[in-house]
């Protein structure tokens, strides 16, 4: 096939390039600047710069496509509800531009607003301000192939720049790894190249389902991984209030335990790479 990849570059877009790659599959990636451009030609990959605001040059790279895979995302989280309308609006524009055809959009989402122990038929919080499910939702019921691929909270792997490390850099600063309240709320998790292979298998079986969990460890207490990252600093690991955590506190509570049972089924699909409290018990988690 060839795919079209938003976030190309990202933590979460580049594994699935080098993935579909690997694979035989022929890629474009959406890039922003020369320098990104440039380490996807590196590896084989073709070009499309634009931005997220690009909608007419996403759209053509898309109508270009066999199938199209969206990881791009804005995560500046002071500007987090004109990131989600912008998700949205580029959603739509993919869509749009494969409409009348069978050819499969996978989109990017995540756990939170979901139920504790959520199974790949649950439905978000419709109140959620992220719609990247409802769209994809949406342009299915359009008869669009459209479905969701759902990651876990810790998308992990050396080189992460996503909630742990902003977890790494709060003990570094406070002399303290916490969890809040008991810390007995759970995580799930996925080593990245795991979840790669999540969206190329299920592009591989035309994404056949609304939703797919792309979560090896499903269920992982938050005092553990903060145990773990005391542990590698060498700090206390105590239990602190909301104000410790600031912005991050509802992620630090939130239960986004969930399974895997019907995707792995579904896709023949088992994660093979290092779980999340073994990944992040390296010395190379804390460097930099």
């Known amino acids: 096939m060839h795919v079209f990849v938003t976030g190309a570059t990202g933590w979460v877009g580049s594994a699935v390039v080098h993935e579909?790659?690997?694979a035989g599959h022929r890629v474009t990636g959406q890039a922003r600047s020369p320098e990104k451009a440039g380490a996807l030609s590196a590896i084989g990959a073709g070009i499309v710069h634009a931005t997220l605001d690009d909608l007419d040059t996403l759209r053509?790279?898309?109508a270009d496509a066999d199938a199209v895979v969206h990881t791009a995302f804005n995560h500046d989280f002071s500007r987090f509800i004109e990131n989600c309308a912008q998700d949205r609006r580029v959603i739509e524009a993919l869509g749009d531009a494969l409409a009348g055809s069978s050819r499969p959009l996978l989109v990017t989402s995540g756990l939170l607003g979901l139920p504790r122990g959520a199974v790949e038929t649950d439905l978000p919080d419709p109140a959620s301000p992220r719609q990247s499910?409802?769209?994809?939702?949406?342009?299915?019921?359009?008869?669009?192939?459209a479905a969701t691929v759902r990651l876990p909270p810790?998308?992990?792997?050396?080189?992460e720049h996503g909630f742990v490390p902003i977890l790494i850099a709060l003990a570094q600063r406070t002399g303290v790894s916490a969890y809040l309240d008991d810390?007995?709320?759970?995580?799930?998790?996925v080593h990245r190249q795991d979840a790669a292979r999540v969206y190329r298998f299920a592009l591989e079986q035309a994404a056949a389902a609304p939703v797919y969990h792309a979560i090896a460890d499903e269920a992982v207490p938050f005092k553990?991984?903060?145990?773990?990252?005391g542990?590698?600093?060498?700090?206390?690991?105590?239990?602190?209030?909301a104000e410790h955590f600031g912005w991050f506190a509802r992620m630090a509570g939130a239960n986004m335990a969930a399974s895997s049972a019907a995707t792995r089924a579904l896709l023949g699909w088992a994660p093979v790479e290092p779980a999340l409290l073994a990944d992040l018990d390296q010395p190379g988690y804390y460097a930099g």
Do not use: D, F, M, Y
Not at 154 to 159: A, C, E, I, K
Not at 231 to 241: D, F, I, M, T
């Open 20 to 22: 579909l790659l690997a």
């Open 60 to 62: 053509a790279a898309a």
């Open 133 to 145: 499910e409802p769209t994809a939702r949406a342009l299915a019921e359009r008869g669009i192939r």
């Open 154 to 159: 810790s998308v992990h792997g050396l080189g």
């Open 183 to 189: 810390g007995a709320n759970c995580w799930s998790g």
């Open 224 to 229: 553990r991984i903060a145990e773990v990252i």
């Open 231 to 241: 542990a590698q600093l060498k700090l206390p690991v105590e239990s602190r209030g």
